[in-house]
Every structure is written in structure tokens, then in C-alpha cells.
Antibody, heavy 123, light 106 residues
């Protein structure tokens, strides 16, 4: 079964750091670009970051640029999001999502999503 | 950055109704547009990609059309399972989602 499972969410104080992980199974992880999308409580979806299959292409939303770092370990079938200098407005459910087609560096729709992990930034 | 808008923000409809949701991009995105359905507490589900291509396993009552800056998602006959929030997403330049359209029961 094709599956993505996020972990690492929790409660953190403003200015703190957190590292999210996404474990992939059931497909050739190293062939697909991967993404992080977040959703603040009661709000819509916000694209956060994307990384190509070989990590050659990395993109960030302006709202997280300079604070968040996306990475992947194809040997471990895992995607990561290092979040530093966290703010209250970063409070959200964070989803990892797979690109629809295997490619390198081309944007795509997202066909497989994890269940999400909640990040709460509060003092 | 490309901005996405959707209308209406909320739509009240009955089972069997034909429903149309509109998505507009602030600049041309060719056909690089996807539609998602999301239910409360669940992850989004891909319905349509490349503006009009139906994702595998998605019922044929869902269809998409448009190109350039204006796109539509149509549900030909609304079913009880279709009451949800729908989002469009451009992937022409990075990625961006529309604000969503909630379809609720009239």
C-alpha cells in the first residue's frame, strides 16, 4: 500500500525549533519529488516547500524562506522539514505529499498525502 | 507570485444538483491546475489534474475545464459523499492553493 506517515509535531515555544519527518512506503520514493503543505486551524491549504527526487531543486514559500529547511534521505525513504524561529502563525497541521508523476524538478499535482502532524507554537 | 481565487466561498446545494466552482489565477498557468476535495479532519484528495484529467478512482460525475486564468470544477449530480471543501491548486510556478469552496447541504 502506498503510504506517507508524518511524525514530529508537538507544542513548541515561539522562537523554538522542530523537525518533522515523513516516512514513505509502497512506492519508489527516490523517483518522486515531495512536498510539505500546511493548514492552520479552520483555514485553507498553504504550500510550504518542495524538493525534487535527487534534492537538486528545492523551493520554499516566502512565508517560511530562511526559517524552514526541507531535505530527504532516499536510502531511508524519508522526507524532513526542519523548522526554526517558529512563530505563532506557523501553528498548523503539516502534511507531506507526493508528486503525481515521477520527475525531477517539474511542479506537479499531489496525489498521495499523509494524515498530517499538528504543530502548535505557543508560550 | 501567482495568486489563486475561488468563487463562491460557500455553496449550498441539494443532492442531485449540478454544482460549478470557479477558480481564477492572477496570471496564465496554462493547464497546470488541480482540484482537491477535503473533508473535516482528513487529508485532501486529488480529483482533477492538468485542468481536466480525472484522477484514477474518482467518480465520473466530477469534471474540470479551463485554461489560462479561468477554470471550473463541475459535479454533474451532487451525491451525499460530495459535501466537503474543494480547493484548486496551480503548479505552473511553484505551487499555490485557492482559498477553498465549502459545499454544504441546502
Amino acid at each position: 500500500e502506498v503510504q506517507l506517515v508524518e511524525s514530529g509535531g508537538g507544542l513548541v515555544k515561539p522562537g523554538g525549533s522542530l523537525r518533522l519527518s515523513c516516512a514513505a512506503s509502497g512506492f519508489t520514493f527516490s523517483s518522486y519529488s515531495m512536498n510539505w503543505v500546511r493548514q492552520a486551524p479552520g483555514k485553507g491549504l498553504e504550500w510550504v516547500s518542495s524538493i525534487s527526487s535527487s534534492s537538486s531543486y528545492i523551493y520554499y514559500a516566502d512565508s517560511v524562506k530562511g526559517r524552514f529547511t526541507i531535505s530527504r534521505d532516499n536510502a531511508k525513504n524519508s522526507l524532513y522539514l526542519q523548522m526554526n524561529s517558529l512563530r505563532a502563525e506557523d501553528t498548523a497541521v503539516y502534511y507531506c505529499a507526493r508528486d503525481l508523476t515521477p520527475n525531477e524538478g517539474e511542479e506537479d499535482a499531489f496525489d498521495i498525502w499523509g494524515q498530517g502532524t499538528m504543530v502548535t507554537v505557543s508560550s | 507570485d501567482i495568486q489563486m481565487t475561488q468563487s463562491p466561498s460557500t455553496l449550498s446545494a441539494s443532492v442531485g444538483d449540478r454544482v460549478t466552482i470557479t477558480c481564477r489565477a492572477s496570471q496564465s498557468i496554462s493547464s497546470w491546475l488541480a482540484w482537491y476535495q477535503q473533508k473535516p479532519g482528513k487529508a485532501p484528495k486529488l480529483l482533477i489534474y492538468k485542468a481536466s484529467s480525472l484522477e484514477s478512482g474518482v467518480p465520473s460525475r466530477f469534471s474540470g475545464s479551463g485554461s489560462g486564468t479561468e477554470f471550473t470544477l463541475t459535479i454533474s449530480s451532487l451525491q451525499p459523499d460530495d459535501f466537503a471543501t474543494y480547493y484548486c491548486q496551480q503548479y505552473n510556478s511553484y505551487s499555490a492553493f485557492g482559498p477553498g469552496t465549502k459545499v454544504d447541504i441546502k
